[in-house]
């Protein structure tokens, strides 16, 4: 059973700088494609990044390019998401997740992952 944890949201003021981690257990994710998706009060679950891990392929959403980092240790089964230059409509739950092996095109829709952490908030003040 594939666990995900996520950590390190928090409040912070516009233009500051978040990190977010998400650890998984059950199984290693070095073949798997990792994601990070966000949601905000009355909207829907929208992407922000993925990742495949065997060689490192990103796709980031409009919004956050420049912006956001994702990153990976597979040796710690950790993933991560380096956020600068924060705004207030950046203030959202975000959800580390997965889906098994590797992807041509990394996908946007959740429906294409199949574990998700609990999430954690990010509160971005103006």
């Known amino acids: 059973q594939v666990q995900l944890v996520e950590s390190g949201g928090g409040l912070v003021q516009a233009g500051g700088s978040l990190r977010l981690s998400c650890t998984a257990s059950?199984?290693?994710?070095?073949?798997?494609?990792m994601g990070w998706f966000r949601q905000a009060p009355g909207k829907e679950r929208e992407f922000v990044v993925g990742?495949?891990?065997?060689?490192?392929?990103?796709r980031y959403a409009d919004p956050v390019k420049g912006r956001f980092t994702i990153s990976r240790d597979n040796a710690k089964n950790t993933l991560y998401l380096q956020m600068n230059s924060l705004k207030p409509e950046d203030t959202a739950v975000y959800f580390c997740?997965?889906?098994?092996?590797?992807?041509?095109?990394?996908?946007?829709?959740?429906?294409?992952?199949?574990?998700w952490g609990q999430g954690t908030q990010v509160t971005v003040s103006s």
């Open positions: 997740t997965r889906r098994p092996g590797y992807s041509m095109v990394i996908p946007i829709r959740p429906e294409s992952y199949d574990h």
């Open positions: 990742i495949n891990s065997i060689d490192g392929t990103t």
């Open positions: 059950g199984r290693t994710f070095n073949t798997d494609t």
